[in-house]
């Protein structure tokens, strides 16, 4: 079996790829926070059409290097929004009544919308598993919006996740290398 250092020059090539994205996660943190002038300025002036047709690529490239089991950062410092929908799915999988789950889970915030009533999430668990996942509020199911245009639509908020979720600062990266 081919490996990085056969010299085949498709592969070798290939692998010179792999390390210079490996490299891009190395201190992802500390990039981020340096680069946000730059996310400011790209994200208001990116070419939406080629941004578009890059983010499905690049979301699966993302998570094809980072795994969100060895991170949860996003549930454990922040809430998805609980919908009416998302009450009523999740208390009927843990098979208790809406307003069990809002009184046992939830409170509702500045914007008047349900969110978790602790950090981490509860529904984490010690294993970061989400113990509701296939029943998640859609907000979970769509974060981090690396392949919606909400990247687009949503400055502000990209720039807040990519603070603090390797997946967004690895995509605003991957687009700005492209030049969209
Ligand atoms: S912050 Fe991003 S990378 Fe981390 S668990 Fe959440 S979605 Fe996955
Ligand atoms: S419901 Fe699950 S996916 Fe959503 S924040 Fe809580 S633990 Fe994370």
Known sequence: ?????????PYFRG????????????????????????????????????TLRALPDLHEEAFSKIDCLECAACCKN?????????????????????????NKYLVVDEDGDFVVNSKPCPFLGGDNYCSIYEHRPTDCARFPYTDEDVLLKRPKITQKNSTFCPAVYYVLEKLIQKGT
């Open 1 to 9: 079996m081919l490996s990085c250092s056969s010299f085949d020059v």
């Open 15 to 50: 692998c010179i790829f792999a390390a210079m994205d490996n490299d891009l996660l190395k201190n992802w943190q500390k990039k981020s926070g340096d680069r946000q002038k730059l996310y400011t300025k790209f994200l208001h002036r990116a070419d939406k059409n080629a």
């Open 78 to 102: 922040f809430s998805p929004r609980f919908k009416t929908t998302d009450i009523k799915r999740v208390a009927k999988h843990l098979k208790m009544k809406d307003g069990d789950l809002i």
